[in-house]
């Protein structure tokens, strides 16, 4: 089945910074959409990237669809203590089936 | 007026035991999931059912049941509950088969000793 690369896994941050996070995939993708879990919380919708090298921006968050459709990245910058929890990226398969990255779990340093 | 509700939060329960854990949802949407979490944050699909049909079956032991009575509601049954169960179970939906964007219940955490 079609399977997603996050990396990195963890991602330790000062309050203030910027950071990255990839989403790579062996196949090309029709779309990706990119979540975000708070701890103790459930998976929120953030974006939907469809078109290749489509870039889109909320607030502090970009996210950037890869020319070849096989990446992704999420950019924070200026990092703050509410961007603290997990980002996954996900893609679909047959039958709306959603794959989930592993997530890269963000903990911010004030 | 939450779009997807699930019950209980929390479900705390000795191996070989029975239970189920519910979820609703108030969107008017066609489409229902079943997702597992477990300890290291990894989702994995479970279920889907489409108009209470069942579509998607991912290789999940036969003790796990989803029944859908009706296209707003879908449960779970588990059946001689396992330690390995142990993990948060997360129910979504989407508007129908073919939108994307999945809309998340609040996770019931099931720790079975």
């Known amino acids: 089945g079609q399977q997603v690369m996050q990396i990195p896994q963890y991602q330790h941050v000062q309050e203030g910074e910027d950071f990255t996070t990839y989403c790579n995939s062996s196949?090309?993708?029709?779309?990706i959409q990119w979540y975000k879990q708070r701890p103790g919380g459930h998976p929120v919708f953030l974006i939907q990237?469809?078109?290749?090298?489509e870039v889109k921006k909320q607030k502090r968050l970009t996210f950037q669809f890869g020319e070849a459709k096989k990446n992704s990245s999420l950019h924070i910058t200026a990092t703050q203590t509410t961007d603290v929890g997990t980002y996954f990226c996900?893609?679909?398969?047959?039958?709306?089936?959603?794959?989930f990255g592993g997530g890269t779990r963000v903990l911010v340093k004030p | 007026d939450t779009a997807v509700s699930q019950t209980p939060k929390y479900l705390v329960t000795q191996m070989g035991n029975d239970k189920s854990i519910k979820c609703e949802q108030n969107?008017?949407?066609?489409?229902m999931y079943w997702y597992k979490q477990d300890s290291k944050k990894f989702l994995k699909i479970m279920f889907s059912?489409?108009?209470?049909?069942?579509?998607i079956n991912e290789t999940v032991p036969n003790r796990f049941s989803p029944k859908s009575p009706d296209k707003a509601h879908l449960n779970l049954h588990i059946n001689s509950l396992e330690l390995g169960d142990s993990a948060v179970y997360f129910c979504?939906?989407?508007?129908?088969?073919?939108?994307?964007?999945?809309?998340f219940g609040p996770g019931t955490r099931l720790t079975v000793l």
């Open positions: 196949t090309t993708l029709s779309n």
């Open positions: 979504a939906s989407t508007l129908d088969l073919s939108t994307d964007t999945q809309y």
């Open positions: 969107l008017g949407h066609d489409t």
């Open positions: 059912y489409n108009n209470k049909e069942l579509i």
């Open positions: 990237l469809v078109k290749s090298g």
């Open positions: 996900a893609v679909k398969a047959a039958g709306n089936k959603l794959t």
